[in-house]
Every structure is written in C-alpha cells, then in structure tokens.
C-alpha cells in the first residue's frame, strides 16, 4: 500500500548545480539523523514528500527555538544557552538543507 506522503516519481533523480553544493551537508544530516536511504546518499534516491515537510518544520522549529536562546542569552548569559543556540543552529541547517535538496528535486523533475 502506498500513501500519499511517502510517493516519489519513478527513475533517478534531477540534480543541479544548488543541489551539489548542498548534497554533501544533506547526505550528513541525513546521516547524522540514521536516515539514509537505500543507496546511501540523495544523489540517487528522491527526498519523499514526507521528509521534506518533516525537515520543513523541524527548520521552522529550531530557528524558533534558536532566537529564543540568543534572547535569553543576551538576557542572562549561560554556556547552557550557547550551547542550546548552536544545536539549533546545528538542526536548522542541516534539515533546511534537506528541504531545500527535497523541494529543487520537485522542481527540476517536472
């Protein structure tokens, strides 16, 4: 059975030149996260439907969470809280990047 969130179209993927310069950082996150797919990098596999919104919102979370952590830094300032801001830095990037490799793969296929 085949749900709507986890489709990706038939054949290799499309890659350009953003999607290059972002693979290696994706591949990473992906790593990072024990998610990688089947043949090991999102050179040859597609980002499903799923992942992209995943990556999407946990991007918006951690920027969130991120500016809250550089206020109360400035507020009161802790090594807790830089290390807090620079996880959050860590994860919006790494799944921004995801997101964006996602959404340039739908873009170019089509």
Known sequence: MSYPWTRVPAGEPPLDAL?????????????????????????????TPATIALCGAAALVSALAGMFCLVSGLA???????????????????????????????????
């Open 19 to 47: 999607q290059l310069r972002l693979l290696p950082l994706a591949d990473a996150f992906m790593a990072a996260m024990w998610s990688r797919p089947g043949g090991l990098s999102l050179r040859t596999s597609w980002v």
């Open 76 to 110: 009161r300032p802790s090594w807790w809280v830089a290390l807090g801001a620079t996880f959050c830095a860590l994860v919006l990037v790494g799944s921004g990047s995801v997101a964006l490799y996602g959404v340039r793969q739908r873009r170019i296929s089509h």
